[in-house]
């Protein structure tokens, strides 16, 4: 089974909002670390799948900057292939001044500056992206 996948990498004030995963069918993916977004739907558009996604899983608005990259990955039971996307959060904020969300799909979630993104358990999936984002390549 293949999926095509687009993800949000939100950043606020150098920081990167970095998301924890309940539990999945599927050990090696079951309370990892994720960029948020989600699966396109046949014949949407991957900026308009996450725009949509994100407002389904976040209740939040998000601005897309540009696309970073894309990335294939073969889990034990499934194959994905991710397009990452450069976001800026929501006019909203909290009450520490980071861009407001609604937790919906997810356990818990963090925001992060980009140096410390490898201290979490991230998903197989995410984790070259996460080492493409730590040497700044992909955000200049």
């Known amino acids: 089974m293949h999926h095509h996948v687009v993800a949000a990498i939100i950043m606020h004030k150098e920081h990167i909002l970095c998301m924890k995963r309940g539990q999945t069918k599927y050990p090696y993916t079951a309370f990892k670390w994720e960029f948020p977004g989600g699966k396109m739907e046949p014949g949407e558009r991957a900026e308009d799948a996450l725009h ?3 407002r389904e899983e976040m209740d ?6 540009r696309h970073l ?5 073969t889990y034990p039971d499934f194959e994905v292939t991710l397009e990452f ?13 980071m861009p407001a969300f609604t ?9 992060l500056p980009i140096s410390h993104l490898h201290i979490l358990d991230w998903v197989a999936a995410d984790r070259p992206v996460i080492e493409q984002i730590q040497s700044h390549a992909v955000l200049l």
């Open 52 to 54: 949509r996604e994100i």
């Open 60 to 65: 939040m608005d998000i601005t897309i900057i």
């Open 69 to 73: 990259t894309t990335r294939h990955h």
């Open 103 to 111: 937790l919906r799909e997810h356990k818990a979630y963090c925001w």
């Open 85 to 97: 996307y450069l976001c800026l959060g929501g006019e909203r904020l909290d009450a520490i001044g």
